[in-house]
């Protein structure tokens, strides 16, 4: 099996805390050992937003601005491919075919950004269709897809399923909202409907819950199903 991990940065090194890299680390250890072809996308976090506003002050253009927050993405990578030693491949992979080729030797590839204008929640949705993986799985701060922050809005509902078109419009009414923010972009929404790719979005601060979502499909987030495809969440005893 095919999967593609995205792990915010917040939830892979809050505070640099090497407890946390190596617990997430060791989940993805856990499915290459059971068979999995493993791509891991890792985000920038709170450093990304401090340097980010460091630089706005500096006066820094905003493509300076994605640049930079591309290179703190890139750090995280670093520390996860620490880590993981010999299991991932040297250093993070900058495009998707570099991606892909590493995924293909059985190496854990493991990038940041890409370009400017293009999160790392795009990114990994991105590289699932461009390696046509079997799950995309994202390791967030939350719980899941809600149709309103839950950090705004106490009465947010949680949403245990949908399908990919209405997890855009979620997204898309999420994001209208100011000061709100959604647990993937609009973009990597998109991506998703379009690739048809099955995906779950999960609270990933601890990394039992990555293995348990892939190996069992067994995980409290929501399960994004294809259109036209079978409700059941059955990917994961394909291997």
């Not at 939830?11 to 407890?19: F, K, N, R, S």
């Not at 997430?24 to 072809?37: K, M, V």
């Not at 995280?76 to 040297?90: E, F």
Request: include cysteine; charge should be negative.
């Amino acid at each position: 099996m095919r999967v593609v991990v995205s792990i915010g940065g917040s939830v892979l090194a809050p505070d640099l805390a090497h407890e946390r890299v190596e617990g997430h680390a060791d989940a993805i250890e856990e499915l290459a050992d059971a068979g999995c072809e493993i791509g891991a996308v890792v985000g920038g976090g709170g450093v990304a937003r401090d340097y980010i506003g460091t630089a706005r002050e500096l006066g820094a253009n905003e493509i300076e601005l994605d640049d930079i927050g591309i290179d703190v993405t890139r750090l995280n990578a670093r520390l996860l491919i620490a880590a993981l030693g010999g299991r991932a491949a040297p250093s993070p992979a900058k495009t998707y075919e570099d991606a892909g080729e590493a995924m293909r030797r059985d190496d854990v590839a493991v990038m940041g950004g890409v370009v400017a204008g293009q999160t790392t929640d795009a990114v990994s949705a991105a590289l699932a269709e461009y390696t046509d993986a079997d799950l995309l799985l994202y390791a967030t701060s939350v719980p899941g897809v809600f149709s309103a922050d839950p950090n705004e809005d106490e009465d947010a509902k949680h949403f245990e399923e949908m399908t990919a078109g209405e997890l855009v419009d979620i997204i898309a009414d999420v994001e209208m909202n100011a000061g709100s923010s959604a647990p993937v972009d609009l973009l990597a929404a998109k991506l998703i409907e379009r690739s048809g790719v099955r995906t779950i979005v999960l609270d990933g601060t601890d990394p039992q819950r990555i293995v348990d979502a892939v190996l069992r499909g067994e995980h409290d987030g929501t399960d994004v199903i294809p259109e036209g495809t079978d409700d059941q969440m059955t990917y994961w005893a394909d291997g």
